[in-house]
């Protein structure tokens, strides 16, 4: 099954 | 001091429409060249970037920079009060504790004006990396919306597949699998009916159905809706919002067995 991936993975806080 | 009027004030009843149901709240942030607004839904798994031009209303002040952090739901319920035809106008003073909305009705004859107390929002803004995307995907927003609905039917995610003869939306589940293919249009009397590819590698990701079916509450603002995909990298669905700006959502991918 395909896990759900987080936005913060990809793009990184300022 | 800020104010922005905008004439066309459904726009941003629209624009409210297609953020509440993922964000409970969020900043807007108020600068000279507009007002631009960044955040993450509840579960970060998307994230929504909205930008509205100075250049689109029709009259706009902003002296200093203001961050208006604000509860959508209560947004919304202020918008709901305007009338499709209203001029809605946005001000807030420096450093003030609240926002408030006046509207207007086209002949004048009736202005109301809501005051709304705003939030402070520990909202983290993230860095969106400039990216040349391996798949640019233009489609009707309405076609779109209708595929997302349709195949919401069938599972949890939607798989998206571009390759140099189109673009192919899948799903599967306990009933079956559904499979929609577009083809890039050859010609069109409106573009804004066409289906364009621009495909420089085919791509393959895999997206839950749940956010999809909520960008897609942006269709009002656009005829056309653009998607834009590359390996292994949050996919973006574009909106434009007439001569103003534009809404972008980004979604982070379904990946691995």
Redesign the interface.
């Given at each position: 099954k395909s896990k759900q991936a987080s936005i913060t993975s990809f793009f990184k806080k300022k | 001091m800020f104010e922005a009027r905008l004439v066309q004030g459904a726009l941003l009843k629209k624009v409210m429409e297609a953020i509440k149901e993922l964000l409970n709240e969020a900043s807007f942030d108020c600068a000279h060249s507009g007002i631009l607004l960044q955040a993450?839904d509840n579960s970060?798994?998307?994230?929504v970037s909205l930008n509205l031009r100075r250049e689109g209303f029709d009259k706009y002040r902003c002296d200093r920079n203001l961050v208006m952090g604000m509860n959508l739901s209560s947004m919304s319920k202020i918008l709901k009060c305007a009338s499709n035809d209203d001029i809605i106008t946005m001000k807030a003073q420096d450093n003030a504790d609240t926002v408030t909305f006046v509207f207007e009705s086209p002949k004048q004859e009736k202005i109301s004006d809501y005051e709304m107390k705003l939030t402070n929002l520990d909202q983290?803004?993230?860095?969106?990396?400039e990216t040349e995307y391996s798949c640019v995907i233009k489609l009707p927003s309405a076609e779109f919306a209708r595929i997302c609905r349709d195949l919401s039917q069938f599972g949890e995610?939607i798989v998206i597949s571009c390759t140099k003869e189109g673009v192919k939306f899948s799903a599967a589940g306990d009933i079956g699998t559904a499979n929609i293919k577009l083809a890039q249009t050859a010609t069109v009397d409106k573009e804004e009916d066409a289906v364009m590819v621009d495909m420089q590698e085919p791509v393959t990701l895999?997206f839950?159905c749940k956010y999809l079916n909520m960008f897609t509450k942006a269709t009002p603002l656009s005829p056309q809706v653009c998607l834009s995909m590359s390996p292994d990298?949050?996919l973006v669905v574009e909106y434009k919002i007439e001569d103003i700006g534009h809404i972008r959502y980004?979604?982070?991918?379904?990946?691995?067995?």
């Open positions: - | 993450m970060h798994v998307s994230l983290d803004h993230l860095g969106i990396p995610s895999t839950a990298v949050p980004y979604l982070a991918p379904r990946i691995g067995d």
